[in-house]
């Protein structure tokens, strides 16, 4: 089987699952299949899917990055601390947003890569640590930004999808390229599939994650304008338990926690499943409990659902 | 008088036979010498016998009854014991848990931990570690230590035969001394010991008897006082070889490859050889003997600590820190364990044959037709250059390995046991390959346990042992008595 047909098969049986849950939200309540649910899906995705996508990255070389959250945390409180109180423009608070993701990420990934400590603890303690400099940036209070950021969120005219949303996507398809296309993505894969073996074919894996790292610090930081813009506010507890959602979604699109397998697209699929449950549940009336209790038992069906498909 | 244990006709095959009508006899009180090179047959005799792997047939006879443990716990109840290479000790339990692991003193579930402690005592007293703490955490202990701790569990039940699987490969002079005083005592008590090592100096102090095993048979036994060392080197190489040798004498170029004073901690000691363009060169020795380390630390795998190596025509320097700077200067490594090492298993040919060639930005549309190319020419046998390599035999598996370096064209080959787990036809693919690729021009180096296919395909056969390179041989100088006694010459006295 030629790897496209068996990518093609993956996007199939993914999209098959959203589908059926649209069909299903859309038989219990006759408020679904409107455009204004799609339009509240289209909206939140944006943040959850670019923390994603570069939770993909990490997962695939095998590693794991838990500070997502608080990454995105503390990102967003630098946006509103340089906008509100510095006075800067958008594009230089954004700039200094993304390059705060990718000093976390770097730290994240020299750690990992020069005290060969598991990415599992380092990004723990990354956790706290960003979650800690989020507080200290704004004392622990929620910065009001106003219009000059919510643009970002708000649908374009005549359409449903806002540029946030427009934005995520092209970070779906670069990670879809740089894994399917790039001679970065064929190590990345390389390094989660076996990294003694390839080092040595004569590629270092350090640098390559180091690098992965970053990108998924960058991330979380891209993430955090998408997330103030949508809250018009930068709030220090936001993305609380954010890291978890990205794991479930690049999960559920059949990412490998061992490393060497997962997809950007699937991933972004998982995502949607996750959006959808979560907008549906709340149209039928679910509560709190309810909703985390179902989302829970969906992440874990998914998961031995792919388990089977792809013995067969 | 009746030997304690008798084996007769014992057969076992992986694939190959290993044992074939393998018969043997130990008496009590005897301590019994097994000798013989790389796959004889010794270790697998001696897990059959202490219910590690099970015989395909053949009858075992221990004190009058039959013998036919099906795991390691039934060989115990029987009395055999299995003292093995590596050591099995948990090290953050402590001394007494890792003694009766299997088996903890307990009352309503919770360790009773006064009588652990008292037995414990009791069974390192027997072998004389007495003043150990029972208490402290076994992985504090020296390698010696530890030996004799597995020892005393080993023990704890009532036991006839002992077998000792190279005991003192990582103990001291010291610790030896110990090891052999136990044994003199459990000779004393009428047990049999059965003791495998290459060490020859050992077995002249130990043994009384001595087996030399050849292809999966006992071709000599005698009184160890009787046999000289030549005698059991002779008999270890065996006379009937069939060679098949070289064809032609290969026409040598400048030299490629320059190694002086090559040492890795303890495994590797001052190292140096030269390999010329269009030459194979084969390093034989004894498992454990360095070769291995060997290329893994010219290739920058593991570290140095002193040595130099020079690539190259003219030879200049090379700094080789880790494997991508060899990689860049044209040399290859072909793993040992190309499962752990050389394969990235899920994915299919085209990823692991390009493995070492991707350059650039963007993946290169060629990936597939040179995979392809690769694959008709090696004659790999898969569904498609897709189809996940774990699921293909040893053959093909080795046949992409070798795939990655021919496209990357490394112009030094280091080959750690290419044919290891290598099907018959495979391997003759595999040694026409090496052939063509010395003609070209390249520089190999191969290392292999099997004497015969270092003979059949090598230009000069350097041989290691105790981690030195202590003896070069040319095409028309070695035999396999001089191969097999120069493997042995670091461990004589």
């Known amino acids: ?312 | 008088m009746t030997p304690l244990l008798t084996v007769q006709a014992l057969h076992k095959s992986f694939a190959v036979p290993v044992l074939k009508n393998f018969d043997f006899q130990l008496h009590a009180g005897e301590v019994h010498a097994l000798v013989g090179g790389n796959g004889a047959g010794k270790s697998t005799f001696a897990n059959i016998l202490a219910g590690l792997l099970s015989a395909d047939s053949g009858r075992i006879t221990l004190d009058g009854k039959t013998h036919a443990p099906k795991h390691r716990r039934d060989a115990q109840a029987n009395g055999i014991t299995l003292m093995l290479q590596e050591l099995h000790l948990l090290a953050t339990l402590s001394i007494a848990e890792n003694l009766f692991l299997h088996e903890l003193p307990s009352r309503l579930g919770f360790v009773s931990k006064q009588c652990l402690r008292e037995e414990a005592r009791k069974a390192l007293a027997r072998v004389g570690l007495q003043f150990l703490d029972p208490d402290s955490e076994a992985g504090a202990l020296g390698v010696g230590q530890q030996q004799l701790v597995v020892l005393a569990g080993a023990l704890m039940q009532e036991c006839k035969v002992i077998i000792l699987d190279e005991p003192t490969a990582a103990l001291t002079a010291n610790e030896t001394e110990v090891l052999f005083d136990h044994l003199r005592r459990w000779r004393a008590e009428g047990k049999g010991i059965i003791y495998i090592s290459h060490r020859m100096e050992e077995l002249r102090e130990i043994a009384d008897t001595v087996s030399v095993l050849r292809d999966g048979q006992r071709v000599m036994t005698k009184p160890m006082k009787e046999s000289s060392t030549q005698e059991l080197v002779n008999l270890m190489a065996g006379r009937e070889l069939a060679v098949a040798a070289q064809s032609h004498p290969r026409p040598k170029g400048e030299v490629a490859l320059r190694v002086t004073n090559l040492s890795t901690g303890s495994l590797v000691r001052e190292v140096s050889f030269e390999v010329k363009r269009g030459e194979i060169f084969g390093l034989s020795g004894l498992v454990g003997a360095g070769r291995t380390e060997t290329l893994r630390a010219i290739f920058g795998a593991d570290a140095r600590e002193t040595g130099t190596i020079e690539i190259g025509a003219p030879l200049r320097i090379i700094n080789i820190r880790q494997p991508a700077n060899a990689v860049r200067a044209g040399i290859a490594l072909v793993p040992e364990d190309r499962k752990q090492d050389g394969l990235l298993l899920p994915l299919g040919m085209r990823q692991n044959t390009l493995l070492a060639s991707l350059k650039g930005w963007f993946a290169s549309s060629q990936e597939a037709s040179q995979a392809e190319s690769l694959r008709n020419k090696l004659d790999v046998r898969c569904h498609s250059i897709e189809q996940p390599v774990e699921t293909l035999s040893g053959g093909n598996q080795q046949k992409i390995v070798l795939a990655r370096w021919l496209l990357r064209d490394a112009h030094i080959l280091l080959l750690d046991e290419p044919t290891r787990g290598v099907d018959a036809a495979a391997k003759e693919a595999i040694y026409q390959l090496l052939r063509e690729l010395a003609d070209q021009g390249k520089a190999l180096v191969v290392v292999s346990s099997e004497m015969q296919e270092l003979m059949a395909l090598c230009d000069r056969i350097a041989v290691m042992s105790a981690g030195r390179l202590v003896q070069t041989f040319n095409a028309d100088e070695w035999t396999a008595e001089k191969l097999t006694e120069a493997a042995f010459s670091g461990h004589m006295k």
């Open chain 1, 1 to 312: 089987m030629s790897s496209f047909l068996r990518r093609s098969l993956d996007y199939v049986a993914l999209a098959l699952i959203l589908l059926a849950l649209v069909a299903l939200f859309g038989s219990l309540s006759d408020r679904f299949l409107t455009a204004a649910t799609f339009g509240s899906i289209a909206n939140r995705i944006p943040t959850l899917a670019i923390l994603a996508t570069g939770m993909t990255l990490v997962l695939i070389i095998g590693g794991i990055d838990l500070s997502v959250g608080s990454v995105l945390a503390l990102a967003g409180s630098l946006v509103g601390l340089l906008m509100v109180d510095y006075q800067w423009p958008l594009w230089s608070a954004v700039l200094a947003t993304i390059a705060m993701g990718c000093a976390a990420g770097l730290i994240n990934g020299a750690v990992t890569v020069g005290f060969k400590v598991p990415s599992f603890i380092v990004t723990l303690g990354m956790l706290e640590m960003a979650r800690g400099g989020a507080y200290l940036l704004t004392d622990s209070k929620t910065k009001y930004l106003g219009t000059s950021v919510e643009g970002l969120a708000r649908p374009l005219a005549g359409m449903l999808i806002s540029p946030a949303f427009i934005l995520a996507l092209a970070v779906v398809l670069a990670g879809h390229v740089l894994l399917t296309r790039t001679v970065l993505g064929r190590k990345m894969i390389a390094v989660g599939t076996n990294e003694s073996a390839t080092r040595l074919a004569g590629i270092d894996p350090r640098p390559i994650k180091l690098l992965v790292f970053t990108m998924a610090g960058a991330l979380a930081g891209l993430a955090a304008i998408c997330h103030v813009a949508r809250l018009g506010a930068s709030d220090p507890n936001g993305g609380i338990g954010m890291e978890l959602s990205a794991i479930a979604a690049a999960v559920i699109g059949g990412t490998s926690l061992s490393g060497g397998r997962g997809s950007a697209i699937c991933t972004f699929l998982g995502v949607l499943i996750i959006a959808t449950l979560e907008a549906g549940l709340a149209q039928v009336g679910a509560t709190e409990p309810m909703k985390r209790l179902i989302t829970g038992g969906v992440i874990v069906l998914a998961v031995i659902a792919d388990g089977i498909r792809k013995r067969l």
